[in-house]
């Protein structure tokens, strides 16, 4: 066979073996999105699955109150006793319900700092929105002797103070975000400080009141702080899907970002105070909830690859249900506020990323 005839042949042969490699790989792309879609279906259910299931343990055994399965089912459709309905509807449904939203709120807070700062450390508790939220109810309380919406209040108007603060001190041109961290870790102690000083003027009730509020409880909650928070959770949904993309982009670095047409400087202020908002209003009904932002993240992002705020999310409700539970019926525990439980839960985890950090770098 000629020269040519060689060359002809194997021209002829490559568009043939690229094509198979191209279709190779074009199934395995479609294999691989399709086993995602399975595992984050998957993962969806079970969280969605172990939620209803603290809900309704909460439900029909959560509180002081003794009230029997039947009792519980009677006064959910309007039957049964007075007191029965009024324990459900009135206490029990409530909290429940609280516990969900609030646990929500503070995962799609904890999961926008992380993905904004670019630290699954930094999160409104750790870098001090959540102190500079408790410094404005204790001082609404403290000061004013204001109770209920007040001191919400008082809290949102904290957190965003926070917030203000730590971004006026951080604020540097093409600056470290780990400079914005050691910043906030250091505005949160002055907060804590502050709190700490308030509480000195304040008699004995106030006090325990403060005090059982700062370390986050949801008892009490009625069906207007579970409006407020509904609302909070609608509105927060829709801000975090807005804003979420322009975080990926900053994530590959401000030049990037920019060169992608992200408004960097807006896109960070926007994201800051999104997540002291978002984190203020759950911290203004039951107080600053102990690391639920800051593990809700990194389990959403074990259970799903990419994590994201709305796995977080899920993550959030379920584990401040499966916390309050053990709070109110848990033997040898219970009754504690939720906020020791989360405590309890959150402080191994962040020694195991502060651990995991050290090890990766």
Same mark, same amino acid.
């Not at 932002?293 to 709305?310: N, W």
């Given at each position: ?51 209803? $299931? ?10 002081? /109150? ?42 799609? $807070? ?28 204790? /001082? ?9 919406? /007040? ?30 961290v050691l910043v906030g870790i250091g505005v949160g102690a002055c907060f804590a400080a502050v709190t700490s000083y308030l509480l000195t003027f304040a008699d004995s009730m106030t006090s325990t009141r403060a005090m059982r509020w700062m370390i986050g409880s949801l008892a009490g909650t009625q069906w207007s702080d579970v409006a407020l928070l509904f609302a909070a959770v609608a509105l927060g949904v829709?801000?975090?899907? @807005? ?16 060169? #992608? ?20 209003? $759950?911290?203004?009904? @039951?107080?600053?909830?102990?690391? #639920?932002?800051? @593990? ?66």
């Open positions: 066979m000629s020269g040519a005839g060689v060359m002809g042949l194997t021209a002829g042969a490559l568009p043939d073996r690229d094509v198979t490699s191209e279709g190779t790989v074009v199934t395995s792309l479609r294999d691989a999105r399709r086993r995602a879609r399975i595992r984050l279906t998957a993962v969806f259910a079970s969280l969605v699955a172990v939620g209803l $299931a603290a809900f309704s343990i909460e439900i029909l055994i959560g509180g002081s /109150a003794e009230l029997s399965p039947d009792a519980v089912f009677e006064a959910l459709f309007g039957e049964g006793t007075v007191v029965s309905r009024l324990v459900v509807w009135e206490s029990r449904l409530p909290r429940a319900l609280t516990a969900v939203l609030v646990g929500a709120l503070f995962g799609m $807070a904890g999961v926008v700092y992380q993905r904004l700062i670019g630290n699954v450390l930094a999160t409104p508790d750790i870098i001090g929105v959540s102190s500079g939220a408790s410094a404005g109810a204790v /001082a609404v309380l403290v000061g004013l002797g204001g109770t209920g919406i /007040a001191v919400q209040g008082g809290a949102i108007v904290g957190a965003v103070f926070a917030v203000l603060v730590i971004f006026g001190l951080s604020w540097k041109r093409e600056s470290s975000t780990y400079r914005l829709v801000a975090v899907a @807005v804003i979420d993309p322009s975080l990926d982009a900053i994530r590959l670095g401000d030049p990037l970002a920019r060169g #992608l047409g992200t408004r960097v400087g807006f896109i960070r202020v926007a994201a800051l105070l999104l997540g002291a908002l978002l984190a203020a209003l $759950a911290t203004s009904v @039951v107080g600053p909830i102990a690391f #639920l932002a800051l @593990v809700s993240g990194p389990i959403a992002a074990r259970l799903v690859r990419q994590g994201g705020p709305f796995p977080a999310a899920l993550v959030g409700a379920a584990l401040l249900l499966l916390a309050d539970v053990v709070a109110q019926s848990a033997p040898f525990v219970s009754p504690v506020p939720t906020g020791v439980v989360t405590g309890l839960i959150g402080a191994p985890v962040l020694i195991f990323l502060l651990l995991t950090r050290k090890a990766d770098a």
